[in-house]
């Protein structure tokens, strides 16, 4: 499987810390090193998650940077600076506009690289395209992510660790990540509370939207965090329960 810098690893190699019994101060050690986040409600239009993950090393990666202004950068950079933060990556679950506008001012003002799958890389390209889709008269540069992201791979966030789980149906190369130790998933537009992601936009196919959610987030525990692209956090339990459009 691809490797990408030092972040990355695969999910075959040996667990990251050794279970040693007779040591409980290294699980104490571990068990305090746990992934944090903060969320921000970025973009009028659209009102967009983004995601900054973080643990006590201060490293973090900022998930679908979504700020539409000079203003929402600022809001995200303070937050980032003031906390000390050090971002290693900016991690991108598809290539929609809403979800990429801020990677540009990310990756500059913290000479950080992006990563999403290869299939999300045609999106960044037709970004005038999808301006265009919904009656907007936006324009910008979406650079193309340098890091390609894999089903199965790692990403290292200090001590802590994002899997990618491949979740296409909204659209091609949809990815989400999973913190399985905190039990939380960054779910993108595949799944909402109480709701999926569209399917009329291109690239978009609502069968395999389904089979996504229901063969590879449904099998998360029941107990884990759901973090969506838009709207609240709800968790897996919750939408195999009530969920109109997938039940589990
Ligand atoms: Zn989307």
Redesign the pocket.
């Known amino acids: 499987m691809t490797k990408l810098g030092i972040f990355f690893e695969t999910n075959d190699k040996a667990p990251v810390f050794p279970i040693i019994p007779f040591f409980p101060l290294f699980l104490h050690f571990n068990r305090m090193s746990m992934l944090d986040y903060t969320s921000f409600l970025f973009n009028p239009v659209f009102g967009e998650n983004t995601y900054v993950v973080y643990d006590e090393t201060k490293e973090c990666v900022i998930i679908d940077p979504g700020c539409s202004s000079p203003r929402e950068e600022e809001r995200l950079f303070s937050f980032i600076d003031s906390n000390r933060l050090k971002p290693v990556m900016v991690l991108n679950t ?1 290539g ?1 506009i ?2 990429i506008m801020g990677n540009a001012a990310v990756c500059n003002r913290y000479h950080v690289k992006a990563a999403a799958s290869a299939a999300a890389r045609p999106y960044f390209t037709d970004a005038e395209q999808q301006f265009r889709f919904f009656g907007l008269q936006g324009q910008g540069t979406f650079p193309l992510p340098e890091g390609v992201l894999h089903d199965g791979d790692i990403v290292k966030v200090g001590t802590g660790q994002l899997e990618v789980i491949a979740t296409p149906g ?2 091609e190369g949809c990815i989400s990540f999973y913190a399985e130790v905190e039990g939380a998933v960054f779910t ?2 595949a799944l909402f509370c109480r709701s999926i ?1 569209r399917t009329d936009m291109r690239g978009g196919d609502y069968e395999r939207l389904c089979k996504s959610i229901r063969e590879r987030l449904y099998h998360l525990p029941d107990d884990t965090d759901v973090l969506p ?1 838009h709207g609240q956090m709800t968790s897996i339990g919750e939408e195999k329960d009530f969920n109109p459009f997938v039940t589990g």
């Open positions: 598809h929609h809403d979800h909204h659209t993108g537009d992601g692209g």
